[in-house]
């Protein structure tokens, strides 16, 4: 009955929206909100590193571990993203409910465990167990995270706070080639070596460690922040002394509330999943394209796109946060979804072009603005999806977000492009071609679902309003 109700105020909000009630609490220090996002930033970065290191030792790894290019890209996309399908929800509805500080600390904690144990791995089926468990990372992480940045900056600040915490993709991601270059380079000189009680390792193994272990200091770290208090569209009930308290938001209700809004929330989700499709499958799979393709060695694109990815993915996130907020500011509600679906539009002829041209250099040339324009997404997608949720519901609606996004752009996009070259080409020299034509279409269908999105969006921020005033009134 409640949704019945709140559905037939919908149409009076249109043409008269309330404001959002305010908050009495004043929000923390902006230095401190800022320094809680750097935090969270260097974890992201961490969570990236640990994540995308696997891109550099495609080489080694099939030739140690007898893989094909389909097997490799099940352990750069899929096996990590079925922990979303088994834990990410769960974990989403713990941030709602629980101290999220604790959950992000917990969560980096075991997926630096996760990466180093990757190291230990004697056999396939035994990393892909542990690139499962690298998958806690983003479980625990994004959803509290941005629950937390939520309660720290007002509304109009919220898409560049958001557009920060994502640079942790593009400087981990980066870090992680540049890094993994010299790690690689390290432990090529070392050579295979014996260890005690784990055995024999090879050389290439000795990467994970590198990366791994650092992160359990990163977790502690995390552990001395403060958890802010919830704002923002909370549920309220006035007790018998009269005082109105928070009060937990039954899940049934949770669930009701994201079928009143399925078509805003599908549509600027599968928006954001496709266009991260294309970004994850190009990444994963450039520097084993540059090797094939140019003949140059894993740390000399390790190297030169890892820097591409930290300046121009960096700066492509924090403008398209930028770029959200502005556009909102000048009167239009849904914004933040006009900027990301005309994202995947504006990659495309870059996304074409790259892996097409014969000089590495202007094919590097091009991966920067193609780096730069498809990272728009990073900020405005999230900061779209908190502006559309009650408080108490942002933490499960992430984690749904983040089930969608992962199994559609991390699970399929390098998987994508590896089944198109093993089964279409039939020859691992024609990775190129296959770069060239599946992301580009991936882009084009994104784009169309992000323009279906924008109507759905406008009457979900209206619901949202409506919801608002009748729980404060409880």
């Known amino acids: 009955m409640a949704e019945i109700e709140v559905a037939s105020e919908v149409e009076d909000v249109l043409h008269n929206p309330p404001h959002a009630s305010a908050d009495e609490t004043p929000y923390p220090s902006r230095i401190y909100a800022w320094y809680v996002v750097g935090v969270f930033v260097l974890a992201y970065t961490f969570s990236f590193i640990d994540r995308q290191i696997l891109s550099l030792l495609v080489g080694p790894m099939k030739r140690d571990l007898l893989l094909s290019d389909t097997q490799i890209s099940l352990l750069l996309g899929i096996a990590f993203a079925i ?7 769960p974990i989403g509805r713990l941030v709602d409910r629980r101290r999220r500080i604790s959950i992000i600390a917990v969560g980096v904690l075991a997926w630096s465990v ?29 959803p509290a995270a941005y629950s937390i940045i ?25 870090a992680a080639l ?100 294309m970004a994850y499958g190009t990444a994963a799979w450039v520097p084993t394209f540059f090797v094939r393709t140019y003949g140059w060695t894993p740390a000399e694109i390790g190297r030169a796109y890892g820097l591409i990815i930290m300046v121009f993915g960096t700066l492509g996130v924090i403008s398209g946060g930028a770029l959200g907020d502005f556009v909102c500011a000048r009167g239009y509600r849904n914004g933040r979804i006009i900027v990301m679906a005309c994202t995947g539009l504006v990659t495309m002829p870059f996304a074409i072009a790259f892996p097409l041209v014969d000089n590495p250099n202007v094919s ?16 405005v997608g999230p900061s779209a999806l908190i502006e559309m949720m009650p408080n108490q519901m942002r933490g499960f609606a992430s984690a749904l977000s983040g089930l969608i996004v992962n199994l559609i752009g991390l699970g399929l996009g390098p998987t994508a492009i590896a089944l198109v070259t093993d089964y279409v080409f039939k020859d691992e020299q024609m990775l190129r071609y296959s770069l060239a034509y599946v ?36």
Not at 114 to 142: C, D, H, I, N, P
Not at 152 to 172: C, H, M, Q, S, T
């Open 83 to 89: 922990f979303y399908v088994f834990m990410g929800l």
């Open 150 to 174: 939520s309660d720290y900056f007002p509304p109009k600040r919220l898409g560049i706070a958001i557009g920060v915490y994502g640079i942790g993709v593009y400087i981990g991601a980066g």
């Open 114 to 142: 996760m990466t180093a144990m990757s190291g230990t791995a004697k056999a396939y089926w035994q990393l892909f167990v542990y690139r499962m468990g690298v998958g806690v990372g983003e479980a625990a992480l994004t």
């Open 439 to 474: 992301p580009p279409i991936v882009l084009l269908a994104g784009a169309l679902i992000g323009f279906l999105a924008l109507r759905p969006y406008l009457k979900s921020l209206d619901y949202l309003q409506v919801w608002s005033r009748q729980h404060e009134k409880s």
């Open 178 to 277: 540049v890094i993994g270059a010299f790690a690689i380079s390290w432990a090529t000189h070392i050579g295979d070596v014996d260890l005690p009680i784990i055995g024999h390792v090879f050389s290439w193994q000795l990467v994970f460690f590198v990366v791994g272990l650092p992160g359990i200091l990163v977790a502690l770290w995390v552990s001395t922040l403060r958890e802010p208090v919830r704002r923002g569209h909370m549920r309220r009930e006035v007790g018998a002394d009269g005082v109105a308290r928070d009060v937990e938001v039954p899940f049934r209700e949770v669930l009701a509330y994201l079928r009143a809004n399925a078509a805003a929330f599908l549509a600027m989700n599968f928006c954001f999943a496709l266009l991260a499709m």
């Open 364 to 379: 590097l040339a091009l991966l920067a603005p193609a780096s730069f324009f498809a990272t728009f997404t990073t900020g």
